[in-house]
């Protein structure tokens, strides 16, 4: 069992940067693949991109390549999505997730509770 919980997210300007936590309490969450996803109001919840435990791969969906970068730190317990050039379209609650399996489509076993990011135009 894992107890995922999102921090970070926040009121920026377009243009701006945040970056999102996402912490785990148990030593475990080290040897998961974590993926970052969001939902922006009367959208489907879309994946971001995802990072393998050992950090050593990584994906990103094309809406956020090349501004949104994740890392992490299993020393920490977290993962980290750094988010950069926000646009009014990055507005979303932004979820991490956990999965044993490394692979697109993967199903996830564990979610945080959701961190809200606005970015105003």
């Known amino acids: 069992q894992l107890h995922l919980v999102e921090s970070g997210g926040g009121l920026v300007q377009a243009g701006g940067s945040l970056t999102l936590s996402c912490t785990a309490s148990?030593?475990?969450?080290?040897?998961?693949?974590v993926g970052w996803f969001r939902q922006a109001p009367g959208k489907e919840r879309e994946i971001l991109g995802a990072?393998?435990?050992?950090?050593?791969?990584?994906f990103y969906e094309d809406t956020v390549r090349g501004r949104f970068t994740m890392s992490r730190d299993n020393a920490k317990n977290t993962v980290y999505l750094q988010m950069n050039s926000l646009i009014p379209e990055d507005t979303a609650v932004y979820y991490c997730?956990?999965?044993?399996?490394?692979?697109?489509?993967?199903?996830?076993?564990?979610w945080g509770q959701g961190t809200q990011v606005t970015v105003s135009s």
């Open positions: 990072i393998r435990w050992s950090a050593d791969s990584t």
């Open positions: 997730a956990a999965a044993r399996a490394w692979a697109r489509g993967v199903r996830y076993e564990y």
């Open positions: 148990e030593r475990t969450f080290a040897d998961y693949a």
